[in-house]
């Protein structure tokens, strides 16, 4: 299954922009679930320096350098990604047929294994997820009990928040605490994704954020629209000796066909598509469009 993606970033500054440092993540990973076939980024004004480099959690950063004063900045990447739902299926099988429980991940966990190291920095408080309250332990632990299928736990998990939680655009950013997002039981898929994550680790499982895009599908009978799409966010959860797999509870539904991955990391801010800092005055307005569309 191959997809191509456009996403554009655009900045209106209100003063004259004089220089700029800016890092952005707009090049979809290469792992073993799916493979960029190619890739394209373009920047107005043009840029003075720019480097490309691989992060700790694999996300591939652009760092640009603008010395051309400016009053806009506008970034634009187009990518090709080729998708293998066969082998995430092949995981889920692999995960079910080990069938671990909750109470043996944690006894796994407490104890050094070389496989799961780089899974434990997933385990603790970020900038922007912080272990939640009592409230948060025990609404995560109505779905894991110490002898239940760690996978049966984590689908109804991710389930239980597709039902609990309402999706409300203009409720929140993803600076809002975790705790505000659970006591109103709303907000948008970063939200969701950010509250699993925050429950997770609280109840001692490795939890990491994930970014990309979603193929969204137009009403029956009519054409799909250029740049309706929308960024996405969801979260994976680390099985032991297993690896990662991912839940998208906005949707309800583990991400096989129509989930293309960015990147991923602790908390939003390890892979937010773009940020930086500017010399001048006055505030500026963010603008983002997303399409992507399956070519296969």
């Not at 990973?29 to 480097?51: A, C, D, G, H």
């Not at 429980?101 to 970020?126: I, M, T, W």
């Amino acid at each position: 299954m191959i997809y191509e993606i456009y996403h554009k970033t655009a900045f209106e500054y209100q003063g004259m922009v004089t220089s700029s440092h800016n890092i952005a993540r707009l090049k979809p990973q290469n792992n073993q679930f799916q493979r960029l076939l190619n890739f394209s980024m373009e920047i107005t004004p043009s840029v003075y320096e720019k480097s490309e480099f691989i992060d700790m959690f694999g996300n591939t950063n652009t760092h640009m350098l603008i010395r051309e004063a400016h009053h806009a900045l506008l970034v634009e990447g187009k990518s090709k990604v080729e998708i293998f739902p066969d082998l995430i299926e092949e995981r889920i099988t692999n995960i079910i047929q080990r069938g671990v429980s909750y109470g043996e991940a944690l006894d796994h966990l407490s104890r050094f294994d070389a496989y799961d190291l780089a899974a434990k920095q997933f385990l603790f408080d970020s900038e922007l997820i912080q272990k939640g309250s009592q409230n948060i332990k025990s609404y995560a632990l109505e779905s894991f009990s110490p002898n239940r299928n760690l996978f049966d736990a984590a689908n109804e998990f991710m389930g239980r928040i597709f039902s609990d939680f309402k999706f409300v655009s203009g409720f929140s950013d993803v600076t809002t605490p975790i705790e505000e997002i659970f006591e109103a039981k709303k907000g948008v898929c970063q939200d969701f994704a950010q509250f699993a994550i925050a429950a997770l680790r609280t109840i001692g499982l490795p939890a990491k954020y994930m970014s990309g895009y979603i193929e969204t599908m137009p009403q029956e009978g009519k054409e799909k629209l250029f740049g309706v799409d929308a960024s996405h966010a969801w979260f994976a959860l680390y099985f032991p000796k297993v690896g990662w797999l991912a839940f998208d509870p906005t949707n309800n539904m583990i991400p096989k066909n129509h989930h293309i991955v960015l990147g991923s990391g602790r908390d939003y801010n390890d892979i937010a598509p773009l940020k930086g800092v500017v010399l001048s005055s006055g505030q500026s307005q963010l603008s983002i469009m997303v399409d992507v569309r399956r070519v296969d």
